[in-house]
């Protein structure tokens, strides 16, 4: 991809926008706020390794680090020297000075009136049992233990039991099938696994131990299996194996002493998935990355521990949980809301029912979810005091500048300033972000690096760019949250991340500076069609289609075409009653065409539009892009289970077969 492949993407469509929104200077709220100190990002520059030593100073350490980075490309050791436990400095201190009566978790289940109130000396209690009840099953430091658990406290218990006896966790979403937990397990040739029986989702108990007792059946290096009982339904039990969590940890002595690790002992793995290769475990390790975590979640979010209610509406089986439901707001001492269930549960208004009752003032989740919030409409959140909130972030893929204005408008009700975050499970925390009180936002740019991080946009030589052109993402220097590599596998984290551009981090997205210099995520590289030789965006395409007043959502893929190479094939769903039959149906789709060749330009109009009332999406919220290209591509469907509704695609499937006449 060259500097014209990216660098022409959203010239004109950006163009007209900045034109259209106005930039968002910062809050005078915010100005006012310890956190909006703008030279934090010259003295971050100056010596980055120094100003993340600052910050190293809020954690507890049993032994002090003697040098801060050994940087031996592509391998970073942060904090050498240096002992501590994460455990303690999430949950131990704050008891130690004071602040054990807190509320770390408010915590709410899907069945509407369900919910649990965990304050930092309930936390600390539960934590030391789970530990003492690991110890006991054999479990010692080093060993992994896979955590396949819905969205409940003992989740985050099990999590922070094995970083205090210092076995690593790799948490595996709850979603995921018998087969790919099988694969994750022997990767990582964890020999203890945490589960449950089931998980609650829109109003159903579904099971989650028979997908462990599949998987076990090809893992038989596992010797217990640890299960929470959450619904209550049957299961199979494995004598010998099986053992239950009230029979085992309730019995716990609740103190318990841990133990100083390494700054760099492993803390965790997590997989991310990988469509034409083995999943990648991406390692991270105890020391970076809590600084980067617990500093990224301090000033981004503006945070108040005092006062801040902070919720971030994800699930920890991916690193968003990890780094901003877990670690992050543990060590700043923040409460935190965790919820359950779906958007839906209960009614459209369950998340704003949520945010008024428990006050909630910082609320952090993704675009997709924000444009289904959208599609159903503003009249849910109206119906709702939501003047608690004073920040909102957005975070896992770009968000089109409509939804940012949504978001801002109908949530923020105009009083919220919004921090649009581009990182990865990799980053191990955010890395592009605006800062409140500080720097101004544009709707759907991620603006400029966090500081302490040196991230660039370069061409296909590795030059940086001019501002006004695109082209790769990459990261200049170490960040201590970095992953440690790829579990078992260093040559692969050497070729994956670091081959592309000599002494670079790349991880596969493309970027466009704008004429300030600020930064726009283009998303994934791979995600780039080649239409007749010309490289487009799908991110570009979806923005366009989105910023239609008649469509909610909208994903769009490339599909081979004996012609022009690639086609592009958009998926999109209409707000309300839009298109309520066939004939309007095909006119909105002839103009929606027609936007998009005028938005973009005519080399980007869709070969084909396919509109459905839903597009496929994970529990956490994302669109299966992957799923949609096997449709699009007439191949037979891939693993669904992670799907939220795995009903959609058969749907869509039939759609795109009965309605041909979309295709042009």
Same mark, same amino acid.
């Not at 649990?116 to 060993?143: F, N």
């Not at 038989?220 to 085992?248: A, F, M």
């Not at 707000?575 to 006119?587: H, I, L, N, T």
């Given at each position: ?64 680090? !003697?040098?801060? @980075? +050994? ?8 904090? &050498? ?6 455990? =303690? /400095? ?84 709850g979603g995921f099938s018998s ?33 462990? !007792?599949?998987? @076990? +059946? ?8 640890? &299960? ?6 049957? =299961? /199979? ?86 780094s901003y439901i877990v670690y ?34 910082? @609320? ?35 968000i089109n500048p409509e939804a ?261």
């Amino acid at each position: 991809m060259s500097n014209d492949t990216i660098g022409s993407i959203q010239g004109e469509a950006l163009a007209a926008l900045l034109h259209e929104h106005r930039h968002f200077s910062p809050s005078e709220a915010f100005a006012k706020s310890a956190n909006a100190q703008p030279s934090i990002y010259e003295e971050a520059a100056q010596d980055p390794v120094a100003w993340w030593a600052k910050e190293a100073e809020h954690l507890k350490w049993e032994k002090r680090w !003697d040098t801060t @980075l +050994e940087w031996d490309l592509p391998f970073a050791k942060w904090f &050498v020297g240096g002992k501590l436990n994460a455990a =303690v /400095n999430c949950v131990d201190r704050h008891v130690e000075e004071g602040r054990g009566d807190k509320v770390a978790y408010y915590w709410v289940g899907e069945p509407e009136g369900e919910h649990r109130v965990i304050t930092y000396r309930d936390l600390l209690a539960m934590v030391s049992q789970a530990a003492h009840a690991l110890e006991e099953l054999g479990v010692t430091a080093g060993e992994r233990v896979a955590i396949y658990m819905p969205m409940i406290p003992e989740a985050v218990v099990a999590m922070l039991a094995c970083a205090r006896i210092g076995a690593p966790h790799s948490v595996v979403f709850g979603g995921f099938s018998s087969e790919a937990l099988a694969g994750r397990i022997q990767d990582a040739d964890a020999r203890v696994i945490i589960t449950a029986d089931g998980q609650f989702r829109r109003g159903t108990a579904l099971p989650l131990k028979p997908q462990v !007792d599949a998987a @076990l +059946e090809t893992c038989p290096n596992v010797r217990s299996v640890l &299960v929470v009982r959450r619904t209550g339904g049957e =299961v /199979n039990w494995v004598e010998g194996r099986d053992v239950w969590w009230h029979d085992l940890v309730d019995r716990q002595s609740t103190t318990h002493t841990p133990e100083a690790f390494d700054a760099e002992h492993p803390l965790y793995i997590m997989y991310t998935s990988g469509t034409t290769a083995r999943p990648k475990g991406i390692l991270h390790t105890t020391a970076g990355y809590l600084v980067h975590t617990a500093t990224t979640h301090r000033y981004i979010f503006d945070l108040k521990p005092e006062s801040d209610i902070f919720w971030t509406a994800a699930d920890i089986g991916w690193v968003t949980g990890h780094s901003y439901i877990v670690y992050g707001p543990l060590v700043n001492g923040s409460t935190s809301v965790m919820y359950e269930g779906t958007p839906d549960a209960g009614g459209k208004d369950r998340w704003w029912k949520i945010v008024e009752e428990y006050k909630v003032s910082i @609320l952090y989740t993704a675009p997709t979810t924000i444009r289904t919030l959208m599609k159903w409409g503003e009249s849910y959140p109206a119906s709702h005091d939501l003047s608690s909130l004073r920040l909102l972030g957005s975070v896992g893929e770009p968000i089109n500048p409509e939804a940012w204005m949504w978001y801002r408008k109908y949530i923020g009700r105009d009083n919220c300033p919004i921090v649009d975050t581009w990182w990865q499970t990799e980053t191990g925390g955010i890395m592009i972000t605006p800062l409140p009180g500080i720097t101004s936002t544009k709707p759907g740019a991620a603006m400029r690096a966090f500081p302490g991080i040196d991230a660039d946009v370069v061409d296909d030589h590795g030059d940086s760019v001019p501002n006004g052109a695109g082209g790769y993402l990459v990261i200049r220097k170490p960040w201590p949250g970095m992953l440690r590599g790829i579990w078992g596998d260093p040559e692969r984290y050497r070729d994956t991340y670091w081959s592309r551009f000599p002494g670079m981090y790349f991880a596969g997205d493309g970027a466009k500076r704008d004429e300030d210099g600020d930064i726009w995520l283009l998303g994934r590289v791979d995600d780039v069609m080649n239409i007749s030789g010309h490289r487009i965006s799908t991110t570009e395409i979806e923005h366009a289609l989105v910023g239609y007043p008649a469509v909610a959502e909208a994903a769009v893929v490339g599909a081979s075409d004996p012609i022009t190479g690639q086609a592009i094939v958009a998926f999109v769903t209409v707000k309300g009653e839009q298109a309520k039959s066939e004939e309007d149906g095909s006119q909105l789709v002839s103009d929606l065409r027609d936007h998009v060749a005028t938005t973009i330009g005519p080399i980007a109009k869709p070969r084909q539009i396919i509109l459905t009332p839903e597009l496929p999406k994970t529990r956490s919220g994302k669109i299966m892009r992957r799923l949609l290209r096997d449709v699009a591509e007439h191949r037979e469907l891939g693993d669904v289970t992670t799907l939220l509704d795995p009903t959609v695609v058969k749907m869509i499937d039939e759609n795109l077969k009965a309605h041909p006449g979309t295709e042009e």
